[in-house]
């Protein structure tokens, strides 16, 4: 019996994207899925706001994706997981600001050529991003940002989730979100968030 297939949408800078990554990497270990994963812009998807904030992280977003594809492009859909671990890891449990010394470490890291990290202002690359990007939002609308999942004919946003469950816990979740989103007329649900990202 063949696994069921996943596609899983993320931007390295998003901590929410993280913390749900890694509950899927976990789900991978107790139900019988295999997770594509997929790159996402939020500075594309936010690319009309005023809003300051999200513009100071749009450099941020555009770099790392940029190497990811880069790394993509040259070695193949494998790199694309461990350079998001390995980026993602310097960003959110590191601390690392994003910039050269950053990819240049997750690039060694990985085990691929540390020249890709010139490539991280390289604009010819945003195509590519884009269409990844865009080809996510179709399967879910306009209104929602990363993580995306997609599990057959049904994709959703979320889950939103801190701390990221592990073990059978994580498979229980899944398979609740996947049920829940496979109703054809369910749309939402929602609360507060009541703590920021868990990363233990």
Known sequence: MSKQQAEFWFDPICPWAWMTSRW?????????????????????????????????NFPKSWRSTRVIMAAKQAHGQEVVLPMYTAIGTRIHLKKMAVGQELLS????????PGDLVERMDDESLNPSIIESHERGISLVGN????????????????PVISPAPK???????????????????????????????IFD
């Open 105 to 112: 470490e997750a690039l060694a890291e990985v085990g691929l």
């Open 143 to 158: 209104d929602v940002g990363t993580p995306l999942i997609r599990v057959g004919d049904v994709a959703f946003f979320g």
């Open 24 to 56: 899927i990497l976990e789900v991978e270990k107790v139900r019988d899925i295999d997770v594509t994963f997929n790159i996402f812009s939020l500075a594309h998807l936010n690319r009309e706001t005023t809003n300051e904030k999200y513009k100071e």
């Open 167 to 197: 073990g059978e816990a994580a498979g229980k979740l899944w398979d609740g979100v996947v049920n829940v989103a496979s109703y054809p007329g369910f749309f939402e649900i929602k609360r507060s968030r009541t703590v920021g990202p």
